[in-house]
Each structure stands twice: as C-alpha cells, then as structure tokens.
C-alpha cells in the first residue's frame, strides 16, 4: 500500500507539489479552500477530504502549503482544524512562508497533541515546484526529518533538501533567502538601468555577467523577465512583500542591522501602490526604470 499525505493548499506552489508527490507513488487526501484546484488533484487520483480535520483523519504526514502565517494557524487550529483530529505519531510539514515565530510555536502545540511539526519553506518558484527541483529548508526534530525526508524529495531537489536547525530554524532561513534574492534583484535592476541610460545594450550585459562572479539565479531568471518585460507570476509580489514584512519583523527580533533588505522592502512598497501586487517580483526593476525616466 502507497504512504497516505495529507496536502493542503493546492495553490500556483502547492498544486504542482502535490501532483508530484502523486507521480511518485503517493496517495493524496488534498483540501483547497477554492475547489476547482481540489478537482484537478481527484481528477489525477487523489482523494478529496472535506475539510483540514478530515484530513488529519485520513493521513499521520500532513503538508500545508499557504499564503501566511494566520492562514497555517487557522487550518491548524481552527474549529475545524487539523489539530482538532490529528493522530498520535502525525509529523506536519508546513512549506508556507511563515514567521519563525509563529512556526516555534505552532510545533509547540503540535507537540502538546503528541504530534510532531517541522518548518519546511521552499524557494524555487513556480517552476522549481513543477520540476520538482525545490530547495527546502527545514527546522525541527531530527528523527521526524529522517522520517519524511523522502516525501521532500520527490518534491525538490534532494542535494538542496536541508535540516536547518531546530524548530524556527527552516523559516529563518526562509528570511535570508529572500533578503539574498532582494538585494540582487535590486542590483540587477540598477545595473540594467545604467546600461540603457548609457546607450549600451542590456541583454548583452547580461550575457557577459553570467560568465563571471556576477553570475546568479536572479540574474539568470528574472534578469531575463526585466529585459522581456514578461511579469507573469511565478512569484507573486503580494507574497513577497509578505516575506518582507516578516523579514523585517525578524530582524527587529534579534536586533540585526539591514539597510539594504530595508530600501528593498521600500522598493516594493512602491511596486505594490503602483497596483502591480500580482506581477512576479522581479518586476521590481519595473520601479528602478521609472525612477530613471526609461519607458
């Protein structure tokens, strides 16, 4: 008999990952608040549960997938929710981007019910959750990481599939990859802006960085997004604005100094009030542009 998980949150990230999981030889019991994402997962082979506690009643390894920390605790501990019927022995696994706060305690709970929950945020993209080729950070206990780390690698990228730390530790993480990414999306940016005011051509820039220290996933990815102007959403800027928010909450936590993850965060600020929250992020040197005067 095929291992049971529970998926919940069959979003642009969480849709792909779970039809992974499925390809691999996983039964799904899957819930989605809108239903049209659930029927494409039965329509593949999945079951449908009826809500987060039927799903706990179905399977011991349960994966969230959602927008924001509230919507984790709520599915959790709603009325409704999965901690209202988790088993004994259940181990979660929450991929959301939540903050590392409220993931220490969430597995705190878990842990009062004799369950275990691990902190697992991934960075990859909408592609990367399709090609199944995720990095996945993650925080929490050791032995529940041995246990499920197969269930992780059939959605990432096993090389790129970490313990962290403990619990907390998955999601911190999850704040420096997005500080990493804000800053060079941001230098991108700048550094296509000079080379049109300068007259010089700025895919051929790209092009000639990529062959050097200055080489990266941003500039490979979403510089080629800002020089075809093509902003459909891999990652939405709503959600990573979220990130921000949490990143900045976290540095003010430990009281850690970060002037250039806080002229991002103001940088997509000014991407959001421009009414461009669903563009993908690196959509960020759109506001670099018009800072420059460049159409």
């Known amino acids: 008999m095929p291992q049971t998980i529970g998926f919940i949150g069959l979003g642009v990230m969480g849709r792909p990952m779970a039809h992974n999981l499925l390809k691999k030889g996983y039964h799904l019991v899957v819930h989605n608040r809108s239903r049209a994402a659930a029927d494409e997962l039965v329509a593949a082979g999945a079951t449908r549960a009826s809500g987060p506690a039927d799903v706990a009643r179905h399977a011991t390894r349960i994966i969230t997938m959602l927008p924001d920390g509230p919507d984790v605790a709520l599915v959790l501990e709603g009325a409704d929710g999965v901690f209202s019927a988790i088993q004994r022995g259940s181990i979660l696994i929450d991929t959301s981007s939540i903050a590392p706060a409220v993931a220490r305690r969430l597995a705190g709970r878990a842990a009062s019910l004799g369950a275990t929950m691990l902190d697992a945020p991934v960075s990859g993209g909408e592609i990367g959750a399709v090609n199944a080729t995720l990095s ?63 007259g010089v051509e700025p895919a051929r820039v790209r092009d000639a960085l990529l062959g050097g220290f200055a080489a990266s996933r941003v500039l490979d990815v979403h510089g080629e997004r800002m020089l075809t102007g093509n902003y459909k959403p891999g ?27 806080a002229l991002v965060h103001q940088l997509v ?7 461009k929250g669903d563009e993908d992020y690196a959509a960020l040197g759109t506001v670099l542009f018009d800072l420059a005067g460049i159409d």
Request: charged share 20%; proline share 4%.
């Open 136 to 198: 996945i950070m993650v925080g929490g206990d050791q032995a529940a990481f041995d246990e499920v780390k197969p269930i992780l690698d059939a959605m990432g990228n096993p090389e790129r599939v970490v313990r962290i730390g403990e619990s907390g530790a998955g999601q911190v993480c999850k704040v420096c990859n997005q500080i990493v990414i804000g800053g060079t999306l941001a230098a991108v940016g700048e550094a296509f802006t000079l080379a049109r005011k300068a």
């Open 235 to 261: 990652f939405r800027t709503r959600l990573y604005a979220k990130d921000l928010r949490i990143a900045s909450q976290t540095l003010d936590e430990h009281q850690v100094p970060a002037p250039v993850a």
């Open 269 to 275: 600020n000014a991407l959001m009030a421009a009414g």
